[in-house]
């Protein structure tokens, strides 16, 4: 998989640059990856979470004991809303 083909199809032609890519897929990724959307950005995260062996998340305001799987659901959830965002794994 290119980077050319994660990128929105409805960008002209020979318009392949991202503006971020974001390694790890966990809360702190994903977040990043939610303020670079909302800004507009066209962002690919590598869709690899550093804590998906773990059984729950912790330190993070408002997400005391829920699944890692979980958090990254929702999180991407809130991605989809954001054209310019792209998942290496998924959409």
Same mark, same amino acid.
């Given at each position: 998989? @290119?980077?050319? @083909?994660?990128? $929105?199809? +409805? =960008?002209?032609? /020979?318009?392949? @640059?991202? $503006?971020? !890519? !974001? !390694?790890?897929?966990? #809360?702190?990724?994903?977040?990043?990856?939610?303020?670079?959307? *909302?800004?507009?950005? +066209?962002? %690919? $995260?590598?869709?690899? #979470?550093? &804590? *998906?062996?773990? &059984?729950? !998340?912790? /330190? %993070? %305001?408002?997400?005391? /004991?829920?699944? #890692?799987? =979980?958090? +990254? +659901?929702?999180?991407?959830?809130?991605?989809? =809303?954001? #054209?310019?965002?792209?998942?290496? @794994?998924? *959409?």
């Amino acid at each position: 998989m @290119t980077t050319a @083909t994660l990128l $929105d199809e +409805r =960008e002209p032609a /020979g318009s392949a @640059t991202l $503006d971020a !890519v !974001v !390694v790890g897929a966990g #809360p702190a990724g994903l977040s990043a990856a939610l303020v670079l959307g *909302r800004a507009r950005r +066209r962002v %690919l $995260d590598t869709g690899r #979470p550093a &804590n *998906r062996v773990s &059984n729950a !998340v912790g /330190g %993070l %305001l408002g997400q005391v /004991g829920v699944a #890692p799987a =979980e958090l +990254r +659901r929702s999180a991407r959830k809130q991605l989809r =809303e954001y #054209p310019k965002w792209r998942s290496a @794994t998924t *959409r």
